[in-house]
Structure formats: C-alpha cells, structure tokens
C-alpha cells in the first residue's frame, strides 16, 4: 500500500515539475511545429506528366527556364472549401502526400481499381522541395465528393478520411497545330 502512494506522489511531483518547466519557457518556441501553418504551400497541376525531383536544394533553373517548364502555381489555400462556391467548381479528397510521382502511382492504381477517378498534382512548399499530392476527383458536385469520402477510406484501408479539396480547373486543351 505504501508501495503505491509512494508511486502516486512520485508522478504528481513529475507532473507538477513538467508543468512548472514549460510555463517558465522564455517566450515561443523558435521554430514552428507545422511549418506550412505559417506559409501556404503552392500547388502546381502536373498536366504534362512529369514531377520535378523531390528536393532541389543546389540545382535552381534560370528564370526563364522555370516560366516556360512550370505552369503559374496555385497556393495550398486555393484548394480548401470557400464559404460560397464556385458556379463550376471541380471537387477532390486529398488521398496522400508523397515525395514524388513515382510514389503515387500504386495509390492512384488503386484508387482506380475501385471505379474513382485522380489526379496527382505538384505541390511546391515554402522550402521549394517538390511533392505529389494524389486526390480522387475530380467530382462536378460537392455532395458526390462528400459520399465517397467513407468509400475510399474502406476501399483504400486508410486510418483518415480523406480532406474535401477545391480542385484547379482543368488546364484548356491546345489548338492543334497548323502547318
């Protein structure tokens, strides 16, 4: 019996020493838990087919150059649900985030495996690494994309529900060519 009040009081006073260490901690933390919480990442659609590589931290193309490989990015914030939508919005569940489009070739393999459409898109976050965002969609109708929400989470064995997105327009088709 002693035994346990003993362990009892042992806690308390780790709890109490815990507690009293954090709330004397000299202003903020420094360096911010979720660094896109303060900087929205900027999303680029990757409608040729190819994904930047995962981190180009030495190598950085001439401006020129990225203007005409890149398409105008669009920020994170873009894609979450405004209070009024859009007339003709185009809807997505954000299924994952991965490194490069490689990686998101078997989720998206399956999610088509299960009838749902997807796109991957290039994201480009504060630190200019490059990722892939793999959402299903898109869907004319934001109640269609709320429905499947529970489907691909069964479907796809996922420990979340996938996020509803405001999904970019389509890019416009090219004008074929004269000559």
């Known amino acids: 019996m ?3 009040f003993g362990l009892i009081l042992l806690v308390l006073i780790a709890t109490a020493l815990a507690f009293l260490a954090g709330a004397l901690l000299p202003g903020k933390p420094t360096t911010p838990l979720d660094p896109t919480a303060t900087q929205p990442a900027t999303i680029t659609s990757s409608g040729d087919g190819t994904t930047p590589a995962a981190k180009q931290t030495d190598q950085t193309p001439a401006a020129g150059e990225a203007d005409k490989k890149t398409a105008k990015p669009i920020t994170y914030a873009s894609l979450t649900l405004p209070n009024v939508l859009p ?16 990686q ?23 630190n200019q690494a490059q990722w892939a965002l793999l959402a299903a969609g898109p869907y004319a109708k934001l109640e269609e994309a709320e429905r499947q929400q529970l ?3 069964r479907g796809l ?15 416009p088709a090219k004008p074929p060519a004269d000559g």
């Open 87 to 102: 007339a003709k919005a185009r809807f997505g569940l954000q299924i994952g985030l991965y490194v490069d489009k490689t």
């Open 2 to 4: 002693l035994a346990k």
């Open 151 to 153: 489907a691909i989470r």
């Open 157 to 171: 064995q996922l420990g979340y529900t996938p996020s509803l997105l405001l999904l970019p327009p389509p890019k």
């Open 104 to 126: 998101a070739e078997a989720p998206l393999a399956q999610l088509q495996a299960l009838g749902q459409p997807g796109v991957v898109l290039t994201i480009s976050d504060p």
